[in-house]
């Protein structure tokens, strides 16, 4: 079953600047989709107006339309469609520096929710992460990149998705973690169903885990299909994946 539909969105900046021109992308429930893409082709634009995270004054979904668990989500606040389900992890570990990381989980619960659910929760985290539980009683501004970098991810978990949607996860990683952190979105969706649209400039690693991919180029997707598939084709071989 498709879990979140895009259906020939456009979103336009500064209402002159089409960034996205009639994008139209299907990620069934539980999957693990790759948007791929240079610096500048509309990925990290594209998952914003999923969340909702587009700047209102700033850029707007002007055309198309986007469905998430077959209902239309035009107009619904960004703070529902976490209720429903979408979590978006932006670009850039923003984590808070100055919180332990049990405490930053902690943050990004409801004060509402049942404290054992909430403990449960946390202890399933540390579990997906084990570098982070290591590093359990350092503030966050003195974790690695990486491990900021999974305290992101940890934290948008804590909510409990159906979607999470991973803007660059890779940036900036030694190509160790950039393993490390790629296993570990991998089993995420395999043990806990979370669908992932997974936005990456490192093709390579994304096409090893996703089952499809889309290739944006100036606002549109040029090709779309299987990811051994595109992984496969020549000219995204010479333009992403380095030649070979
Ligand atoms: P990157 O990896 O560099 O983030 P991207 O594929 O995610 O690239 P976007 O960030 O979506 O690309 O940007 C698409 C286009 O929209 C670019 O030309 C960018 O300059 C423009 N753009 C992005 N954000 C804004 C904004 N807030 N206001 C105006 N234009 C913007």
């Known amino acids: 079953m498709t879990l979140l539909a895009l259906n020939n969105v456009e979103v336009v900046y500064d209402r002159v600047f089409l960034a996205v021109k009639g994008v139209s992308i299907d990620v069934p429930e539980g999957g693990l989709v ?31 339309d986007i469905h998430f668990g077959g209902d239309s989500i ?7 469609r976490v209720r429903r389900g979408i979590v978006h992890v932006l670009e850039g570990r923003r984590v808070f520096e100055h919180l ?11 004060m509402h929710r049942n404290r ?39 934290r948008a ?22 393993g490390e952190i790629f296993a570990i979105i991998r089993r995420i969706n395999q043990e806990a169903g979370v669908a992932v649209l997974l936005v990456e ?12 991919a889309y290739l944006l180029e100036n606002g549109r997707v040029v090709m779309s299909g299987p990811a051994a598939v595109i992984a496969d084709n020549p000219d995204v071989k010479n333009a992403y994946l380095g030649g070979d």
């Open 74 to 80: 035009a107009g619904v606040e960004p703070a529902e």
């Open 157 to 178: 978990l804590m909510t409990e998705p159906r979607l999470i949607l991973l803007d660059e996860p890779s940036l900036g990683l030694s190509p160790r973690l950039v």
């Open 116 to 154: 054992a659910k909430v403990a449960t929760l946390i202890e399933r985290t540390f579990d997906w992460f084990p570098s982070l539980a290591a590093r359990k009683a350092s503030k966050a501004g003195y974790l690695s990149g990486g491990e900021q970098q999974m305290l992101a991810i940890g």
């Open 201 to 212: 400039q490192n093709a390579t690693a994304a096409l090893a885990i996703a089952e499809t």
């Open 100 to 110: 332990t990381p049990a405490e930053n989980l902690l943050a990004a619960t409801s």
């Open 34 to 64: 790759a948007l791929l893409g240079a610096n500048g082709a509309g990925k990290s634009t594209t998952l914003k107006a999923v969340s909702g995270l587009l700047k209102p004054e700033r850029g707007l979904v002007s055309r198309g």
